[in-house]
């Protein structure tokens, strides 16, 4: 028994009192296996691993029982400087975003260099390591490269320098902190495959906490569920996947998108037209002030048509060009070259009055809720904004009444009218944006990762919403994503972006059950789509 | 790095000079200073004779070409009051602001920054409590005040430093401290509440989990992350002390730049009043420049971008 | 504790004031300049006066009488001519001698148009006069117009260096007096060395520094601690010491001027009872050093033409608002808005001063308001010409006639031509005119009587009081100021006391 959590509870004075983060938690790992600590926002799978960092501040955290035995030594009962000691060199811990976790001012090979310099390591003896070390997690040209800074480096290559440090000095535990969320599907996948080898090779044991069961399907050899601070199921991930006990377990993998059938839906008239859409930023401006940048093709040579009725699900990884796609489409930027016509009429060079009107007819919903709703209005305030903006839509006096009705539509209720966003949880203030695109009736919603920020039973919650929409009003909807899985259950038909360019395009069952194009294959197999449950 | 301050100069000296002209016709716009300069006794012949002596009867755009011209040839004209040409007498006086300016921040910035820091790494500590309390203090305390009571206690009671004047370095003592004063307190908050917001990252929490030391998480890591709001300040307190920390100037009796304008402004000594501004306002602008310089050198984002 | 502060500082201890015959003297500013022929400016003639450069007559300050300098006798031969004979076996600190000739030339440098020397503007302008030499040492100074006291005027006149440049301002006073300047640091010190060649008697003091602050409390500890010998002047508040500090008139008088014309000042029981209403004895020894004098007129007791049968008004109250009833009863519009004009820091207190003087002029029900207008602000309200749609304006000035005579006062304060008069009165004209041209005691009666009639008759003033400074003066000085010291400080009369 490498690592034992035993009876851990761990509380949080608040102003709305006691919280009990995590209560009576009790899971072990052993050497070379891998732990998955599987739970959604708020669950208090963080907090257990925290605690064993020595991350928890106390005060004014309270650890009011528990032990954390590390090869037999509880470690809640040990000193500061022993704790420290075993920081780094015996327990390492990677975190969710790897632009956050590495200090932006100091080159990555100082930092990878300082987890063995703090261990006594000479400074000549770790900087030749980290050149090792940079070579062994995938990072090219080490040499150079490890006097540039963490933000010349894309996500993945973050995350593997994280790695890099973490394992300078072989821990005999790896704690990983969603390792994977903030990067792209097939970046997510190396960098798993990566965690694995290392395990393989140094019989390292590992905690992978994490919200996806894509990646506890992957990699986890065993897994405990939390929900509320409280495990509520534990056994070989196996077991637990195919059989679940309990009915949170069996409600979260219900959730999980991609397992339903396909929508098809009868489309009608051509709605959008993209002929040949271009975007670059740069060319000229910036070749005069540094003379050395190329110009970044974002969207390159794009063309589709959608339907009335459908649903085209835009699927990429970063800097595929899919948000830039969808800001155009919206008019919130111009195309460099090309045509978009909505409805029959092209998007650029109308009049104002004629944009303006446009713009009724196509709405919008961001990914963050909490920044696209402004926290200082009312959720009344926010939702009649666009009546405000289009006056002869609506009259004032009927406002009251319609915000009320829309409420109610996306699943919430009427006194929520008068709440502020911070007042409401994540899905919930994605609810209030939906409401808000609803309110002029529009013909056309864009939803740029509108639930990518959600956990995944709310994800569900809120595609379903979606539909439910779909059917009543015969709504269009643009849904661009990343998430392969959630666009199968949602989506009519999908555009696979990669570059710039359209790679794949195609109603989605032909896209998911037939792909032709390599990165579309890639994709798929790298987001663990799963197939239709039997039964 | 290059193009970037020869861009940053650019737009400087288009300020300069806008500023340049701005005061010229703001300052002459006051009407003639005759009145100042002669006995209350004067006949109107004497004024007339004055103002034509000066140019000042002359329409003010004749009276802008001719400074003009002045200056292409390196001359600001004279003071009204001391007949010596104005730009001597604000280069003379302006190395005595500057030393004043030059000694007191980097005391500012080690105080604020060290005492700052360490506030943060507990908040609500005895130590964070005793730091804003001194500091609260010492930004509100007026100049003046402290200057005085200052001269009072270690001069004359203590009879340890001098009272005023220039000449050894223990002269330098209170007007220094008096000087150090606000901005220190100003700065230790500035830092103490960018430290906080520097330790409640992430990159604290892996550093923590690398198993770094407490000391080196404050002045390694989270240190440098937290300068660059204190540098704006900084910067601001400094471009106030270079404008002449004229209270320290006067009390204490060194002849500096701040002393020197006031003394202007009053007695409508156009010349000099023009050649302080240019001189302190090129001094501003270098401590700009120097801030944007100071920027990049703390992050290296900046430097990328 | 204090020892171990010492301890700390041990390297350097304050700097006392140089060896024992050597002085250091602060100012209350610095000069600007230090040429001769702006010598009557206090800021300069307390440095230079009498000590680097000479006149040829001196003002003796207690009488307003003349004694000989570089002069030793002087006769009038007519109206317009007047014969000086000059003292033997004077140098200047250049080598250059001192005759007919140097004056000559003195002479025609400080009335030079070229430069604006106060010399020139405040007593010679106007003056058509011309300087010839009689012999090396007689000079015969020559006036278009009779010049019945032109030696008062030559009193005023420094003798610089033949050899000092005309047309162009110099920083550096060449004279015969027993002092020669060594060097002026711009911002910093002047610094005067005794030349060890002066034709008269050697002072004790053999080196002067003076150096200049504007903060009182400064300036008396710089004194306390002995790091100042001398200080011209500090606050009242700050002379808290009987041994050091000493009191001494400083040639300024203060006083309201009335606006004679606007209504309702332009009647004399407003004006009477203004002067009634006001309580000066309160200020005395509370706001105002106790040592200060009340005045009746606009010039004190140093100055030839002083109406000494003059006394103070009674602080009368009852009988102020007893005139004033009277006055509005035959429809003077007592009620209008009347402006109390003061200058920030014009003096000691000079605020709470004209705060004070509001309430009592209120409390006998008058309609004040109390201004505090900035220098260039308070020169409009002072000279002409005067806004003919002004409000009626009680205006406080000082003046500060220390050039011996009432001629240096009068005309610009009360004839009807005057720069700073709001007077209109045909008889005081006549009078002014006629008593510039006399001399002696007719002379003394005439101005005698312009102030009598200023004082009692028309009541255009409110005469306020002969102001004082504080001078401090250290334990090893041996002084005690007049009021020759507000415009100059001979460091001959400085002893050394002997301890």
Not at chain 1, 33 to 47: C, F, H, Q, R
Not at chain 1, 109 to 123: C, D, F, K, L, S
Not at chain 1, 323 to 345: E, H, N
Not at chain 2, 261 to 284: E, G, K, P, Y
């Amino acid at each position: 028994m490498l690592l034992s959590v035993r009876n851990l509870s761990i509380q949080f004075p608040s102003r709305a009192g006691l919280v009990r983060a995590v209560e009576d938690v009790s899971w072990d790992v052993n050497a070379g296996e891998t732990l998955a600590i599987l739970g959604e926002s708020g669950s208090g799978k963080s907090v257990s691993a925290s605690a064993v960092m020595n991350l928890i501040e106390t005060p004014p955290a309270v650890i009011p029982q528990g032990q954390i035995l590390f090869e037999g030594h509880d470690l809640l009962q040990a000193d500061a400087e022993t704790r420290r000691r075993i920081n780094g060199k015996s327990i390492s811990m990677i975190f969710q975003d790897p632009l956050a976790a590495l200090n932006p001012v100091y080159p990555v090979g100082w930092q990878i260099a300082e987890t063995m310099r703090v261990h006594g390591i000479a400074p000549d003896v770790a900087q030749a390591r980290v050149i090792e070390l940079l070579a062994r997690v995938g990072i090219s040209e080490p040499e150079r490269r490890m006097k540039d800074y963490p933000h010349q480096f894309s996500g993945g290559q973050r995350q593997r320098i994280m790695i890099a440090s973490a394992i300078a000095l072989k821990p005999k535990l790896l704690i990983a902190d969603e390792p994977t969320s903030a990067l792209d599907v097939t970046v997510q996948a190396r960098v798993l495959d990566l965690l694995k080898e290392i395990q393989a090779e140094d019989g390292m044991g590992m905690v992978l906490i994490t919200h996806d069961l894509t990646v506890v399907e992957r990699v986890a050899d065993r897994v405990v569920v939390m929900q509320a601070g409280r495990i509520v199921e534990s056994g070989t991930s196996a077991e637990v996947m195919r059989n679940p006990q309990h009915d949170y377990t069996r409600r979260l993998l219900d959730a999980i998108p991609g397992r339903a059938g396909f929508s098809d839906i009868a489309a009608g008239r051509p709605m959008l037209e993209v002929q040949s859409v271009s975007k670059i930023y740069g060319g000229l401006a910036r070749q005069f002030a540094r003379l050395r940048t190329q110009p970044v093709r974002a969207v390159d040579d794009v063309s589709f048509t959608m339907a009335k009725g459908e649903t085209l699900g835009v699927v990429g990884e970063s800097g595929s060009g899919k948000s830039t796609l969808a800001r155009m489409i919206l008019g919130l930027d111009d195309p460099t070259s090309g045509v978009i016509r909505f409805d029959g009429r092209a998007m650029q060079g109308q009049s104002e009055a004629e944009a303006y009107k446009m713009r009724r007819r196509v709405q919008f919903v961001f990914q963050d809720p909490t920044a696209s709703l402004n926290p200082r209005m009312t959720v009344q305030q926010i939702i009649a904004e666009p009546w405000a903006i289009h006056p002869d839509v609506l009259p004032k006096s009927q406002w009251r009444t319609r915000v009320a009705e829309l409420l109610e539509q996306v699943g919430l209720k009427p006194d929520h009218a008068d709440r502020h966003p911070h007042q409401f949880s994540g899905g919930q203030r994605q609810r209030i944006a939906i409401a808000r695109a609803l309110a002029l009736k529009p013909e056309l919603i864009v939803c740029d990762e509108a639930v990518s920020a959600l956990d995944v039973s709310v994800q569900a919650q809120v595609i379903d919403l979606l539909k439910d929409l779909r059917r009543d009003y015969g709504l269009s909807y643009v849904f661009v994503a990343h998430d392969l899985a959630l666009v199968r259950d949602f989506a009519t038909s999908v555009l696979v972006m990669y570059g710039g360019r359209i790679v794949e395009q195609g109603p989605v069952r032909d896209v998911y059950d037939n792909p032709q194009h390599d990165y579309t294959k890639a994709l798929l197999r790298a987001s663990g789509v799963i197939p239709q449950q039997a039964a | 790095m290059g193009s970037f301050i020869f861009k940053r100069s650019f737009q400087s000296i288009l300020s300069l000079i806008f500023l340049v002209i701005v005061v010229f016709f703001l300052a002459r716009m006051t009407g003639s200073p005759a009145m100042l300069y002669l006995p209350p006794e004067a006949t109107q012949d004497q004024i007339d004779a004055y103002n034509a002596l000066h140019g000042f009867d002359d329409p003010l755009i004749v009276q802008f070409g001719s400074f003009i011209t002045g200056v292409f040839q390196g001359d600001f004209g004279n003071s009204l009051q001391y007949s010596r040409p104005a730009l001597d007498m604000v280069l003379a006086a302006f190395p005595t602001t500057l030393a004043l300016a030059a000694v007191t921040m980097p005391l500012v910035l080690l105080i604020s920054i060290v005492t700052g820091a360490l506030a943060a790494y507990h908040p609500g500590g005895v130590f964070d409590r005793l730091a804003s309390l001194i500091s609260l203090i010492g930004a509100s305390m007026p100049n003046f005040w402290v200057a005085i009571v200052g001269v009072l206690v270690f001069a004359v009671t203590l009879n340890v430093l001098p009272t005023s004047g220039t000449g050894t370095w223990q002269h330098w003592v209170l007007p220094v401290a008096v000087l150090v004063l606000r901005p220190a307190g100003v700065l230790v908050q500035v830092m103490r509440t960018s430290m906080m917001t520097a330790l409640s990252s992430v990159y604290v929490k892996a550093a923590k989990a690398k198993g770094v030391k407490a000391r080196a998480i404050i002045f390694v890591h989270a240190l440098r992350n937290s300068l660059l709001p204190v540098i704006t300040v900084a910067s601001d307190q400094a471009a106030g002390i270079v404008n002449g920390a004229v209270i320290v100037e006067t009390v204490f009796g060194f002849p500096g730049i701040g002393k020197l304008m006031i003394d202007s402004v009053l007695m409508r000594d156009f010349a000099v009043i023009q050649a302080a501004i240019l001189v302190t306002a090129l001094a501003v602008f270098l401590i700009n420049i120097i801030v944007d310089i100071s920027y990049a050198f703390v992050d290296p984002r900046i430097r990328h971008s | 504790m204090r020892h171990i502060i010492l301890a700390l500082l041990a390297c350097a201890s304050p700097a006392l004031a140089g060896p024992e015959t050597e002085v250091k003297i602060v100012l209350p500013a610095g000069p600007d300049r230090l040429d001769p022929c702006e010598m009557p400016r206090s800021v300069i003639g307390r440095i230079i006066k009498q000590n680097v450069v000479e006149t040829l007559v001196e003002l003796n300050y207690a009488d307003a009488t003349l004694m000989p300098r570089l002069a030793t006798s002087w006769t009038q031969d007519s109206p317009t001519e007047w014969t000086f004979k000059l003292r033997e076996g004077v140098t200047f600190h250049d080598g250059a001698p001192f005759d007919a000739a140097a004056v000559i030339a003195a002479m025609e440098r400080t009335i030079d148009p070229a430069l604006t020397c106060i010399t020139r503007t405040k007593f010679f302008d106007g003056v058509d006069i011309t300087a010839t030499a009689v012999d090396p040492l007689t000079v015969k100074f020559t006036t278009a117009q009779p010049s019945p006291i032109l030696p008062t005027l030559l009193a005023q006149m420094a003798i610089s260096s033949p050899n000092t440049p005309l047309g162009v301002y110099t920083n550096e006073p060449i004279g015969t007096g027993p002092y020669r300047f060594v060097e002026w640091v711009q911002g910093q010190d002047v610094t005067l060395e005794r030349s060890g060649e002066y034709w008269g008697e050697e002072p004790v003091i053999t080196k002067a520094t003076y150096v200049w602050r504007s903060e009182s409390s400064v300036v008396a500890a710089m004194v306390a601690t002995n790091e100042a010998d001398l200080a011209f002047s500090i606050a009242p508040q700050d002379a808290t010491d009987p041994d050091m500090d000493k009191v001494y008139p400083n040639s300024d008088s203060a006083m309201f001027r009335l606006s004679v014309d606007v209504p309702p000042l332009n009647d004399i029981r407003v004006r009477r009872a203004i002067n009634l209403a006001i309580d000066r004895t309160a200020f005395l020894g509370t706001i105002l050093s106790e040592e200060a004098t009340e005045a009746t007129q606009q010039v004190g007791p140093n100055v030839f033409g002083w109406n000494d049968s003059l006394t103070p008004w009674e602080y009368d109250p009852d009988e102020a608002m007893r005139l004033l009833a009277e006055a509005k009863a035959d429809g003077v519009p007592v009620d209008t808005e009347m402006r109390l004009i003061g200058r920030p820091a014009m003096f000691a207190n000079s605020n709470e001063f004209v705060q004070a003087v509001g309430e009592m002029l209120r409390a006998v029900g008058l309609n004040v308001n109390m201004e505090t207008l900035e220098m260039s602000q308070w020169l409009e309200v002072a000279n002409k010409p005067f806004d003919p749609a002004r409000k009626p304006n009680i205006f406080l000035t000082m003046h500060d006639n220390n050039s011996g005579d009432a001629a240096f006062t009068v005309y610009f304060k009360y004839h009807s031509n005057g720069r700073q008069s709001e007077l209109h009165n045909p008889e005081l004209d006549a009078l002014i005119e006629k008593a510039a041209t006399l001399s002696g005691d007719e002379r003394e009666a005439a101005y005698n009587e312009v102030f009598r009639m200023i004082y009692q008759d028309i009541v255009s003033d409110v005469p306020l009081f002969h102001m004082v400074n504080y001078m401090r003066i250290g334990p090893r000085i041996d002084f005690t100021p007049t009021i020759a010291n507000a415009v100059e400080l001979q460091l001959a009369k400085l002893q050394l006391k002997s301890s």
